[in-house]
């Protein structure tokens, strides 16, 4: 079969590579209608995220199932299937806890409980990487489901593959930052990226009930998308000053819930990649620290955007002297999805009007290219094998 095939920084590939094969009972086959590049992949192409050897992408993905398992009794073959990028057994201490990023299982050869940049992680994830389980990823012809009497959904025959897509990470995670601030209806949500998680969190933080949403982001195009899709309020950091001008819309407050959407890669000056050198840091958190700033006293920061390593001068002070809450990590997908498919199929929600690119797999690499370069305005790259 074909797959987009990650060979080292820089170095993506469509290859022929061997197909999958059902490896343990509870696994299916999926012929792979629909997948997609996901900006977390883009940490992985730059090196940022370490991978030794070569790896088949992607975690975004939905497809046919063409061969079950014995163990499956949920699934049949020609079932269409969306499936959630986390993979958990549904049986450990912390699948049964609503913790299915945390499964012990998944990640036999690096889980862990330290978290460790480099060393213990939680569950397993498709297409990130061997230390988070070394699965191979969706960004292929067919794709191996482990679990797969736990992950996937079928999909209500009323939407098309391009509708339900993105119920395999983005919305969930866009949905996760906005649900774990507890909204009860008039906040303020600053929404820091309006990549396609912050874009999706605007999504939601609408659905939760929010008063206003503001999205900040250093691209206009994006910015764009994010009024044309989402009718928000928008704030460019290269043209004012994103704290005094949440502060000045919030009566000097500051919003009552920030989301970093995204993560430690931002754009960065010279200084503030020199710094993370000096300091044996990975990009840098200067995004985190400003919604730190711009979130009110007793506010809530939720964080879905990557972190990878340790930061010198942590804003702890900021942190307890304002009381903030704190919530973050990958999405529970498994928790959320059947909500999120409901909301989806009553078209409560439209997902697909944020994809800017559709592109055969075998141009995959393309595809990579102008989603990492911010090249023709692109926003989001689905793939069709």
């Known amino acids: 079969m074909k797959a987009a095939v990650f060979h080292k920084p820089g170095d993506i590939r469509v290859d022929t590579v061997e197909d999958p094969k059902i490896e343990d009972s509870r696994d299916v086959i999926l012929r792979v209608t629909s997948t997609a590049i996901c900006g977390s992949d883009l940490h992985i192409l730059s090196g940022a995220v370490p991978q030794a050897s070569n790896m088949i992408m992607g975690h975004e993905f939905m497809g046919i199932v063409v061969e079950t398992g014995s163990a499956i009794t949920n699934l049949r073959k020609g079932d269409r299937v969306v499936v959630p990028f986390p993979i958990a057994c549904g ?42 389980g070394g699965y191979s990823g969706g960004q292929a012809e067919y794709v191996r489901v482990p679990y797969a009497d736990i992950g996937p959904r079928v999909v209500p025959e009323s939407l098309t593959d391009s509708q339900a897509l993105f119920l395999t990470d983005i919305f969930p995670t866009g949905w996760s930052a906005i649900d774990w601030a507890q909204l009860k209806g008039g906040e303020v949500v600053a929404i820091f990226g309006s990549g396609p998680v912050g874009l999706m969190a605007q999504k939601a933080a609408w659905l939760k009930g929010a008063s206003r949403v503001i999205a900040i982001d250093p691209l206009n195009y994006r910015l764009e998308k994010a009024r044309q899709v989402n009718n928000v309020e928008t704030l460019n950091p290269n043209e004012v000053d994103i ?3 949440i502060r000045s819309m919030t009566n ?33 958190m200067k995004v985190l620290d400003t919604a730190f700033k711009a979130v009110r006293r007793s506010g809530t920061v939720s964080i879905v955007g990557v972190y990878g390593s340790t930061y010198d001068n942590f804003p702890l002070h900021r942190m307890f002297d304002k ?16 909500e999120l498919i409901n909301l989806v199929n009553e078209r409560k ?31 989001k790259v689905v793939l069709t094998p």
Do not use: W
């Open 91 to 132: 049986q450990c201490f912390f699948c049964n806890h609503q913790a299915p990023t945390h499964c012990e299982n998944s990640n036999y050869k690096h889980y862990g409980p330290n978290g460790d940049m480099a060393g213990e992680k939680g569950g397993a994830l498709f297409g990130y990487t061997d230390l988070y």
């Open 243 to 245: 704290v005094d001008a």
């Open 252 to 284: 000097g407050r500051g919003a009552d819930v920030c989301v970093d959407a995204v993560g430690f890669e931002p754009e960065r000056s010279v200084i503030d990649k020199l710094k993370a050198t000096v300091n044996f840091e990975k990009g840098s």
């Open 323 to 338: 009381g903030i809450t704190i919530k973050q990590g990958q999405a529970p997908v498994q928790i959320y999805i059947d």
């Open 349 to 379: 929600v439209i997902l697909d009007d944020i994809i800017t690119h559709v592109l055969p797999l075998a141009e995959a690499p393309k595809g990579y290219e102008i989603f990492d370069k911010k090249e023709d305005d692109c926003v």
